[in-house]
């Protein structure tokens, strides 16, 4: 990757995701399990992406914590639109990372040698980033959520469920903590870690939009029982926009990337909760601790794990 300097008062560039600020792209996902490419299709046309200066822009961005009048992006006209385009986009950049897991994950078998630190620290990294995509997404409203992305899911499917996302299955033993030997080895141990806060976030997020802990799956399964399947898989990715293709990883990663941009330029602007959180974290408790850290190291996570999507997508070009 060529390096790309900025100088100290470098402006970031305008917004260019999708065709307006806060506006949604499609994203194109290579098959997995059920989710396969249907006919023959080709793969579509991905967005340009200056891997370098984007890279340079996310150290600039960092969550907005550096970016104090150097970019130019207008709050999003309603709130409603503004977290529509993180409970999108949010998900697809989850989808992304769990893609370059897997990745790492089937080059290290569950009963085969540790990986090596720069693996462990990328799984690190990468985790890292799914728990704050948690935050990022789960950041609305109680009553917004509850308004305007629970009854949307709903008419998909009265049992939608983040068990059908096809993307999850590559992580799943490393994400639930078992079925890998060399998790438990003492050179993984801020692996682990990353594994136990991105679980405290997950619980929190969801006993804050939805207290009665009631999903939309388990309040259908007595009417309506599915179990996963190709159709589910087809239902969970066109809900969030995900088409599949024959890509290589070079092309998520330059996805990715782009969508890092905007969920960085998105907190630069409008800052994790424009509206206030439901309630606020008990720091006391340890689960607590671990979600407002989450929640402090978002823009870091973010650069962080646009650094390694850099390295990736530079091989798409």
Do not use: K
């Not at 194109?28 to 984007?54: S, Y």
């Not at 985790?127 to 997404?137: E, Q, R």
């Not at 903590?177 to 929190?204: F, K, P």
């Amino acid at each position: 990757m060529t390096a790309v300097t900025l100088s100290p008062d470098a402006r970031v560039g305008a917004w260019d995701f999708g065709d307006f600020p806060y506006g949604l792209e499609p994203l194109t996902m290579p098959p997995v399990g059920r989710a396969r490419v249907l006919g023959a299709a080709a793969c579509p046309d991905v967005p340009r992406c200056d891997v370098d200066r984007v890279s340079v822009e996310l150290r600039l961005l960092d969550g907005g914590v550096r970016a104090a009048g150097r970019f130019d992006l207008p709050t999003a006209p309603t709130y409603e639109q503004l977290f529509w385009f993180r409970w999108i986009t949010g998900h697809q950049v989850t989808f992304a990372l769990w893609r370059l897991m897997g990745a790492l994950l089937a080059e290290h078998p569950a009963d085969g040698a540790p990986p090596g630190q720069e693996v462990l620290d990328r799984l690190e990294t990468y985790t890292h980033a799914y728990g704050g995509m948690l935050i990022y997404s789960g950041s609305c409203p109680r009553g917004l959520y509850s308004t305007l992305i629970r009854p949307a899911m709903v008419l998909q499917h009265r049992g939608f469920s983040g068990t059908w996302a096809p993307d999850f299955a590559q992580v799943r033993s490393l994400l639930r903590g078992r079925s890998r030997g060399w998790l438990g080895e003492e050179g993984a141990a801020r692996l682990r870690a990353a594994v136990e806060a991105h679980c405290a976030i997950h619980d929190d997020v969801a006993a804050r939009l939805v207290p009665n802990g009631r999903s939309l799956l388990q309040n259908s399964i007595a009417e309506t029982p599915v179990r996963p399947s190709e159709r589910t898989s087809v239902l969970y990715d066109n809900f969030f926009m995900t088409l599949r293709a024959p890509v290589v990883d070079g092309i998520v990663a330059v996805q990715l990337l782009r969508r890092l941009r905007a969920v960085a330029l998105d907190l630069a602007a409008n800052g994790l909760y424009p509206l206030g959180r439901d309630e606020a974290v008990d720091e006391r408790q340890p689960w607590g601790a671990m979600v407002a850290r989450g929640e402090r190291r978002l823009g870091a996570v973010v650069t962080a794990a646009g650094r390694y999507a850099a390295e990736i997508a530079g091989q798409a070009r």
